[in-house]
């Protein structure tokens, strides 16, 4: 940046989410704005430049509706960044999990009677839609980490996430592990780290909001868990909650095939 | 040198006293039912002298879990430098004692880390006498007893404690306190003696470590490695928590503002998929199974460096944080060294568990004793593992 050049602008759009991630960007903003202009941001004020190109927006939420498909898409075409910002737009959240359980169009009806004049379409990530350059899981994101990818776009680099898992925050903070000492269903080793192993720390067992660690060793978490004495739907239950995708889903079916997915 | 005192348990608060005179205290404190953490102690009261083992080693206090190496802006590049001020670690067990000398050896190794160098030169070692629990293999790997790289270390024997004196502040210590030391007589030394014979003969777990490293060469393709690791969660608790896992991750952070930022250390994992992952994505241990391998083989064997040492202190610390129960080294070394031995892993890959654990198909605790009819284990087993298994219950 030179002093006189315009300010990279951001935009900040909500899908189908429950507008966490707005709001810690929303509280971000006096960081942001000396270096940002906000061209767009429906959730916090009025007057929005929705139709011009901007250099990075952030999505929040996952495609649930056609409208958002919509949406989504023309924010696509006018930024050059394009980053995902939560559990929902990154994994689809527990509004893909739902959609597992029954048809997108069934769970609509029950909720909204067959009157309605709303449509649905089953819950997705971004990513199965349109290119999403970065994806920052979070329920909600951290807010270190949205300053750190924010600073990296504007000096065109793709940021640095990793996919650690909890463990290694919660071993770093020496707590004790909840999995062992209480055995608790902990999620922690398979569940990607940035909150700071926040749950384990108050002596909650982490039930993987953050979505998957970088390739989960999904078959031993549910061999560990049924160890313990889990049942395998509450296994199933805790591991695909927070919307991990369908291949992972596979690979602990295969482990117990005799477990049906309609009793889950 | 070494030279030694006594001095009676009694006062031990004058020699709390005595080592706040020469820094910060920091002691295991218990941190829950089950654990214990070195943190600063401001009275005696507050010093878990029953820890055996901490969550985290002392290697936290020089290599840092997390820690700004450099940072830059417009005007140029610093190195950050360590905030280092004098500190007493208390209540270093000769594991721990062994294992901060590799990680000495590492870190002083030319050119040395100055983050490192400087806490270690800030900190006095006191050492604690413990008696081993069922994860305790010090004794195998050589390092149950304080050889070096400590000030003072400290022997229950009863009424007093007898203080081994190793560097010449451990003696200025003791110097500065005179009133409250005294040698030691015929019976305090004959009661330091027994108490180490004592120790010696209370491990019950024990491998003979000899031929450690040519058994790891050779059972590189054992299938121990691959039911353990089919069951290794590669969440990592297995190297934050040894005493000598030294290895980091270094990561750029940009400011907002333009120009600036820092370069951040942070401890990182072998057992990560991304740890050995290189451009193209190319990844020399993509599965857990070759993770796994590759750190047992570091801990029992060592690389082929300079340093070329088995890192193993027999501390426990893995054998007790691994969810998996998977980090059972002296299970594993036996088993490898054809011995009768028990692995977690034989539950569920035997084919004559179930039969003789029933239905429960796990070996609950009503597992009496599968004696030699393990198919699955070489030499025999005495039983399905269901009363020792690492700590961790069962189902």
Redesign the interface.
């Known amino acids: 940046m030179t002093a006189g050049s315009p300010l990279p602008s951001i935009a900040v759009h909500g899908l189908t989410g429950c507008a966490g991630e707005l709001l810690v960007i929303l509280e971000n903003l006096e960081n942001l704005i000396p270096y940002v202009r906000v061209s767009s941001f429906p959730f916090a004020q009025s007057k929005n430049e929705d139709d011009r190109p901007v250099d990075i927006a952030f999505v929040e939420g996952s495609v649930s509706q056609p409208h958002d498909l919509e949406r989504l898409k023309k924010i696509r075409a006018q930024a050059r960044w394009l980053v995902g910002v939560g559990n929902c737009a990154v994994w689809g959240c527990v509004q893909r999990d739902g959609c597992r359980k029954e048809s997108a169009v069934a769970m609509f009806e029950k909720t909204y009677g067959d009157k309605s004049q709303d449509d649905v379409m089953p819950s997705t990530p971004l990513s199965d839609h349109v290119r999403v350059d970065v994806k920052l899981s979070g329920c909600p994101i951290n807010s270190t980490q949205l300053l750190a990818v924010t600073a990296s776009l504007l000096r065109d680099h793709l940021p640095y996430i990793t996919s650690k898992p909890v463990c290694l925050e919660c071993k770093l903070r020496e707590n004790a592990c909840v999995l062992i000492e209480n055995n608790l269903p902990c999620l922690g080793p398979i569940t990607a780290g940035g909150c700071g192993a926040l749950c384990p720390t108050f002596g909650a067992a982490c039930y993987g909001c953050w979505g998957p660690s970088e390739q989960p060793q999904m078959e031993a978490m549910s061999t560990i868990l049924q160890e313990k004495g889990y049942e395998m739907n509450e296994v199933m239950s805790r591991l695909f909650a927070f919307g991990a995708p369908d291949e992972l889903f596979e690979r602990v079916k295969r482990t117990i095939p005799q477990v049906s997915v309609d009793t889950i | 040198m070494e030279r030694s005192a006594i001095f009676p348990k009694s006062r031990f608060q004058e020699f709390f006293d005595l080592m706040q005179e020469f820094g910060d205290v920091f002691a295991p404190r218990r941190?829950?039912?089950?654990?214990f953490?070195f943190k600063q102690v401001k009275n005696p009261s507050e010093i878990a002298f029953e820890a055996l083992r901490t969550?985290?080693p002392p290697k936290?206090f020089f290599f840092q879990?997390?820690e700004t190496i450099i940072s830059y802006d417009e005007n140029g590049v610093r190195e950050t430098k360590p905030k280092v001020s004098p500190q007493v670690l208390f209540g270093l067990h000769p594991c721990d004692l062994a294992g901060l000398g590799i990680m000495d050896k590492v870190y002083s190794a030319s050119p040395p880390d100055p983050h490192y160098m400087a806490r270690r030169q800030a900190t006095l070692l006191v050492g604690l006498s413990c008696m081993p629990d069922k994860h305790c293999f010090c004794k195998a790997m050589g390092t149950d007893s304080p050889t070096s790289d400590y000030d003072l270390f400290l022997t229950d024997i009863g009424e007093d404690y007898f203080v081994q004196i190793h560097t010449p502040i451990g003696l200025q210590m003791v110097g500065s306190k005179k009133e409250l030391f005294s040698g030691s007589d015929e019976t305090k030394s004959q009661a330091f003696k027994d108490f180490w014979t004592t120790r010696d003969q209370a491990f019950t777990s024990h491998f003979q470590s000899e031929n450690l490293p040519a058994i790891m060469d050779m059972e590189w393709d054992n299938k121990v490695w691959d039911e353990l690791g089919?069951?290794?969660?590669?969440?990592?608790?297995c190297t934050?928590?040894c005493p000598t896992c030294y290895c980091f991750?270094m990561?750029?952070?940009?400011?907002?503002?333009?120009q600036a930022?820092e370069r951040v250390r942070?401890?990182?994992?072998c057992q990560?998929?991304?740890f050995a992952k290189v451009a193209g994505d190319t990844n020399f241990r993509p599965g857990?199974v070759d993770r796994l391998k590759f750190w047992y083989r570091h801990k029992l064997h060592g690389f082929e460096d300079p340093h070329g040492l088995p890192t193993c202190v027999g501390c426990g610390r893995c054998t007790?944080?691994c969810?998996?129960g998977i980090d059972d080294i002296v299970s594993v070394v036996l088993r490898l060294q054809g011995k009768p031995s028990v692995l977690i892993s034989d539950r569920?890959t035997g084919a004559t568990n179930s039969d003789c654990c029933g239905s429960d198909g796990?070996c609950g605790s009503g597992c009496g004793g599968c004696g030699s009819t393990h198919g699955s284990t070489s030499g025999g087993s005495p039983g399905c593992g269901g009363t020792d298994t690492g700590?961790?219950?069962?189902?």
């Open positions: 941190v829950s039912e089950k654990s953490s969550i985290l936290k879990q997390r089919n069951r290794c969660l590669s969440c990592g608790n934050p928590v991750d990561v750029d952070v940009a400011s907002l503002h333009a930022g942070e401890w990182d994992s990560f998929v991304g857990p007790e944080s969810p998996a569920t796990g700590g961790h219950p069962h189902a």
